[in-house]
């Protein structure tokens, strides 16, 4: 009964999505996978075959415990500020809705403020039992490994404390049924059996090896390039490969790409891998600044060269000797700081507005521009003697849609900058907002997905996860739903004909009215609780309040 009443009550099947044309299957935001049990089995086997049973013992409770903590986040989040005990038992219902074992807390002792559990689980159905006995019949020690692991990530996750469970009984050992007991790890008193949970020094020659190998076939085992530049695609390893060669020689370069692909970074990257790296690095946005000041800023004033030039200063040129000057969206200089530029680019020499003395510099140029210079060449808005002056060794930057493997990459990435910067800490980000992540189409590229990344860095918990409400507040791209499951099993069962939506559309209907009912109806049913009610809806919170607002019901 009380498994029945936490399905409804937490509306599992319509969190549980299938996007068959996509190929995923998604709980909440975790991508899922319906896998075979007796393909499951056939791992497990190799296991025991590859590594013995001790090992293979300590490999399958690490994996549970790993699913376990996933579970048990998913259960905090779904249950919100609701009943602590009713979090605590949606743990065993998930493990049986996602067709593991289906599993029931006989006895709990729990201490809430000291995050203390002492209790028994029974289990019935546990495939990781029945597989062991298929492959090496009745035996004399318990075989639900996994599982045992799973109920201990999810404990653990729940309580912020080492709380472990142990198999007492079990139908692989000829029990009738499986159960299992928890304590906290320290009470257990058995260092071997706490070692099932720590990484086995004898793993290290197998990932030693698998380095070796990786090498050998060419791989890198670095999914990053040096320094803050990120990426693992074909297009960013065309790019980058373009500019590493770049690097070690003077040769211009220009950055091509739309804004926002980074090509501030690209420019950062080149200078400090170039042998100029301990010299300045200089950057300035040609578009940014005024027509009659670009000369100036670029090229420094003399004293007295205008009215308020009250001292000399020199350009960005000069404060660039020794290193290197970027030239962003150099595409928008005019056509008479494109004469005194390509003078400065072929003799290597400035003159200050004002001044008639020659100074001698030797920088290291790199342009970038998001225009299609050929068109403003061939438009009369750039000079052809400067392009080709520039376009020496030009270097394409796709746009992040074409890229769009590297997200997880750079989210990640982005992700431990920010965390540091505001002082919070993430398990990471889940799934589904990696999903809806790469479903955008990025007209911003990089810098949209930072800007993204902060927001959500504010908005989602310290200590959680980044979802997709986070990222997206307004909702995900369309067409990311999928289909769900209905009560009784069904997935994207049509509504029979006369249904109850059929009936509310007759002449006179009110849509708002008809809204505004059930948005009061949800948050009735959920006691007032706007996070829950939006989770009945199928809406975010935001969203539910906004709606409330609108209609005078909040």
């Given at each position: 009964?009380?498994?029945?009443?936490?399905?409804?009550?937490?509306?599992?099947?319509?969190?549980?999505?299938?996007?068959?044309?996509?190929?995923?299957?998604?709980?909440?935001?975790?991508?899922?996978?319906?896998?075979?049990?007796?393909?499951?089995?056939?791992?497990?086997?190799?296991?025991?075959?590859?590594?013995?049973?001790?090992?293979?013992?300590?490999?399958?409770?690490?994996?549970?415990?790993?699913?376990?903590?996933?579970d048990a986040d998913l259960a905090t989040k779904l249950v919100g500020a609701g009943n602590d005990?009713?979090?605590?038992?949606?743990?065993?219902?998930?493990?049986?809705?996602?067709?593991?074992?289906?599993?029931?807390?006989?006895?709990?002792?729990?201490?809430?403020?000291?995050?203390?559990?002492?209790?028994?689980?029974?289990?019935?159905?546990?495939?990781?039992?029945?597989?062991?006995?298929?492959?090496?019949?009745?035996?004399?020690?318990?075989?639900?490994?996994?599982?045992?692991?799973?109920?201990?990530?999810?404990?653990?996750?729940?309580?912020?404390?080492?709380?472990?469970?142990?198999?007492?009984?079990?139908?692989?050992?000829?029990?009738?049924?499986?159960?299992?007991?928890?304590?906290?790890?320290?009470?257990?008193?058995?260092?071997?059996?706490?070692?099932?949970?720590?990484?086995?020094?004898?793993?290290?020659?197998?990932?030693?090896?698998?380095?070796?190998?990786?090498?050998?076939?060419?791989?890198?085992?670095?999914?990053?390039?040096?320094?803050?530049?990120?990426?693992?695609?074909?297009?960013?390893?065309?790019?980058?490969?373009?500019?590493?060669?770049?690097?070690?020689?003077?040769?211009?370069?220009?950055?091509?790409?739309?804004?926002?692909?980074?090509?501030?970074?690209?420019?950062?990257?080149?200078?400090?891998?170039?042998?100029?790296?301990?010299?300045?690095?200089?950057?300035?946005?040609?578009?940014?600044?005024?027509?009659?000041?670009?000369?100036?800023?670029?090229?420094?004033?003399?004293?007295?060269?205008?009215?308020?030039?009250?001292?000399?200063?020199?350009?960005?040129?000069?404060?660039?000797?020794?290193?290197?000057?970027?030239?962003?969206?150099?595409?928008?200089?005019?056509?008479?700081a494109q004469v005194k530029l390509l003078r400065v680019l072929q003799t290597g020499e400035v003159?200050?507005?004002?001044?008639?003395?020659?100074?001698?510099?030797?920088?290291?140029?790199?342009?970038?521009?998001?225009?299609?210079?050929?068109?403003?060449?061939?438009?009369?808005?750039?000079?052809?003697?400067?392009?080709?002056?520039?376009?020496?060794?030009?270097?394409?930057?796709?746009?992040?849609?074409?890229?769009?493997?590297?997200?997880?990459?750079?989210?990640?990435?982005?992700?431990?900058?920010?965390?540091?910067?505001?002082?919070?800490?993430?398990?990471?980000?889940?799934?589904?907002?990696?999903?809806?992540?790469?479903?955008?189409?990025?007209?911003?590229?990089?810098?949209?997905?930072?800007?993204?990344?902060?927001?959500?860095?504010?908005?989602?918990?310290?200590?959680?996860?980044?979802?997709?409400?986070?990222?997206?507040?307004?909702?995900?791209?369309?067409?990311?739903?999928?289909?769900?499951?209905?009560?009784?099993?069904?997935?994207?069962?049509?509504?029979?004909?006369?249904?109850?939506?059929?009936?509310?559309?007759?002449?006179?209907?009110?849509?708002?009215?008809?809204?505004?009912?059930?948005?009061?109806?949800?948050?009735?049913?959920?006691?007032?609780?706007?996070?829950?009610?939006?989770?009945?809806?199928?809406?975010?919170?935001?969203?539910?309040?906004?709606?409330?607002?609108?209609?005078?019901?909040?």
């Amino acid at each position: 009964m009380l498994r029945k009443r936490l399905i409804e009550q937490f509306n599992l099947r319509s969190r549980l999505k299938f996007d068959v044309e996509g190929g995923r299957i998604w709980l909440d935001e975790n991508r899922m996978l319906l896998v075979h049990a007796k393909a499951l089995a056939a791992v497990r086997h190799e296991l025991f075959d590859t590594l013995g049973p001790r090992r293979a013992q300590g490999v399958l409770m690490r994996m549970g415990f790993a699913t376990g903590r996933q579970d048990a986040d998913l259960a905090t989040k779904l249950v919100g500020a609701g009943n602590d005990y009713d979090v605590f038992n949606i743990g065993p219902v998930l493990h049986g809705f996602e067709g593991v074992v289906k599993s029931e807390i006989t006895e709990a002792e729990i201490d809430w403020e000291k995050g203390s559990f002492f209790g028994t689980v029974e289990m019935d159905g546990s495939w990781e039992a029945q597989c062991h006995i298929e492959q090496y019949g009745v035996g004399s020690e318990c075989a639900c490994w996994s599982l045992v692991g799973h109920a201990s990530g999810y404990v653990s996750q729940f309580f912020r404390r080492f709380i472990l469970f142990r198999e007492v009984k079990c139908v692989a050992r000829g029990d009738d049924r499986c159960v299992m007991v928890a304590r906290p790890a320290e009470a257990w008193g058995d260092d071997a059996f706490l070692d099932n949970f720590k990484s086995a020094e004898g793993d290290a020659p197998f990932r030693e090896l698998e380095a070796e190998l990786s090498s050998l076939r060419g791989r890198r085992p670095s999914r990053r390039a040096s320094g803050r530049l990120v990426g693992a695609s074909p297009g960013f390893r065309t790019a980058f490969d373009m500019l590493a060669k770049a690097a070690a020689t003077p040769i211009t370069v220009l950055l091509l790409g739309e804004t926002g692909v980074g090509k501030e970074m690209f420019a950062r990257w080149l200078h400090d891998n170039s042998p100029r790296a301990d010299g300045p690095f200089v950057a300035i946005n040609c578009g940014a600044i005024p027509t009659d000041l670009i000369e100036s800023e670029l090229f420094g004033v003399q004293r007295g060269a205008f009215t308020g030039a009250q001292q000399s200063r020199p350009g960005r040129f000069e404060r660039a000797d020794g290193g290197t000057l970027l030239l962003d969206e150099v595409g928008d200089l005019s056509l008479a700081a494109q004469v005194k530029l390509l003078r400065v680019l072929q003799t290597g020499e400035v003159e200050r507005l004002g001044d008639d003395r020659l100074r001698k510099v030797k920088v290291r140029v790199v342009a970038a521009t998001n225009v299609d210079l050929k068109q403003a060449v061939a438009a009369g808005r750039f000079r052809a003697d400067l392009y080709y002056r520039l376009a020496t060794y030009p270097v394409e930057i796709p746009p992040l849609r074409e890229r769009k493997s590297d997200i997880p990459l750079l989210a990640t990435a982005m992700l431990e900058r920010l965390s540091a910067v505001y002082g919070k800490t993430f398990l990471g980000i889940s799934d589904w907002a990696l999903r809806v992540l790469q479903a955008h189409h990025w007209p911003g590229n990089v810098r949209e997905l930072e800007n993204l990344l902060e927001r959500s860095v504010i908005l989602a918990p310290d200590g959680g996860w980044i979802e997709a409400e986070h990222l997206f507040p307004d909702g995900p791209p369309q067409g990311m739903d999928g289909v769900a499951v209905d009560r009784h099993g069904h997935v994207g069962a049509p509504q029979p004909a006369g249904s109850d939506v059929d009936r509310l559309l007759t002449e006179g209907f009110d849509l708002e009215a008809h809204e505004q009912r059930l948005l009061r109806l949800a948050t009735d049913r959920a006691g007032g609780n706007l996070t829950r009610a939006a989770r009945l809806l199928g809406i975010t919170r935001r969203q539910l309040a906004y709606r409330l607002k609108r209609g005078g019901g909040e």
